[in-house]
């Protein structure tokens, strides 16, 4: 039997977390990509966090998702950087 994993119900509410090397343009890099799939996000509830030792450093970003295909675009170009190493 084949269980079909559960379907996003859109528009919704959607933290995206990205994982890095900080780094000085990081940040600026992945909020652009936000700013060009998802304007209108709230910077106000962006969550920057550094690694203990400061190397990595993780943002996480609420958009309010249109579709699949925006959250795909956003996956790829926040990839194509090269800054990117992980994105949950």
């Not at 996003?8 to 890099?29: E, H, M, N, W």
């Not at 652009?32 to 993780?58: C, L």
């Not at 970003?61 to 990117?84: F, P």
Request: hydrophobic share 40%; net charge negative.
């Amino acid at each position: 039997m084949s269980v079909d994993p559960p379907k996003i119900v859109f528009p919704c509410a959607y933290p995206i977390k990205v994982l890095g090397r900080a780094g000085d343009t990081f940040s600026a890099q992945v909020l652009s990509i936000f700013d060009r799939h998802a304007p209108g996000f709230s910077r106000d509830d962006v969550v920057i966090k550094d690694s203990k030792k400061g190397t990595f450093q993780s943002i996480t970003v609420t958009i309010e998702a249109q579709s699949e295909t925006q959250l795909r675009l956003i996956h790829q170009d926040l990839m194509d950087t090269g800054l990117v190493s992980m994105v949950i």
